[in-house]
């Protein structure tokens, strides 16, 4: 089943797993007022055009997203960060549907919260590329060609942090090297890591 088949129902319905869990979230942001569609093939609630909270799934927890999470002032301390380069979005995960009723009216205040951020046309001040960590080895291609610099800054500003971050994660340099060799094309083509 590919993206553009799934909807919402389709979604709640097939889920093996978190299924009595994902109702339970349904319901409580339902309750909220927000439009269901799916983006990404996830249930994603928005106002206005705007994205306010996402379910997905994973092995060890479901949880609830928001795009725009680390505006929100998570009072009961709450939300978690999926991983360190991740900006914006902030979780919030549960592992039974028993934890989600106890937290319904916590996750309501949070929702309302951030409809009230996006309402206000607050945005997340991203870190520049600039301040991403650059690997040498990359730095040593892009300083021999010229061409290859050229098309890196010519991507946008969200790929060329995605291939930064990509290129940075390897511990060994001719790990680093390889990874960077098997993507220079795809930099050519204007494209992103995951494209």
């Keep these: 089943m590919s993206y553009a088949d799934i909807t919402p129902d389709s979604f709640f319905s097939q889920a093996k797993k978190w299924r009595e869990e994902f109702e339970q979230l349904r319901a409580i942001i339902q309750d909220c007022g927000l439009n269901e569609e ?3 093939g996830k249930p994603t609630y928005t106002f206005e055009g705007g994205n306010i909270v996402l379910v997905h799934g994973f092995k060890e927890y479901c949880a609830i997203l928001f795009p725009k999470g680390v505006l929100l ?3 009961m301390g709450i939300l978690v960060q999926q991983t360190e380069n991740v900006q914006a979005a902030r979780q919030v995960r549960f592992t039974s549907a028993d934890e989600i009723v106890e937290m319904a009216p916590v996750l309501k205040a949070y929702i309302k919260e951030a409809i009230e951020v996006e309402k206000s046309g607050l945005e997340v001040p991203y870190k520049k590329t600039s ?3 650059m690997p040498v080895e990359f730095q040593i291609k892009l300083d021999e060609n010229p ?5 890196f800054e010519g991507l946008t500003p969200g790929r060329q ?5 990509f290129f940075s994660a390897p511990k060994q340099s001719k790990t680093r090297e390889a990874r960077i060799e098997k993507y220079i094309a795809k930099i050519f083509d204007g494209k992103g890591v995951n494209d």
């Design 161 to 165: 942090r995605g291939y930064l971050l």
């Design 38 to 40: 799916i983006k990404w």
């Design 147 to 151: 061409a290859l610099r050229t098309a």
């Design 73 to 75: 002032k998570d009072e």
């Design 131 to 133: 301040e991403f960590n």
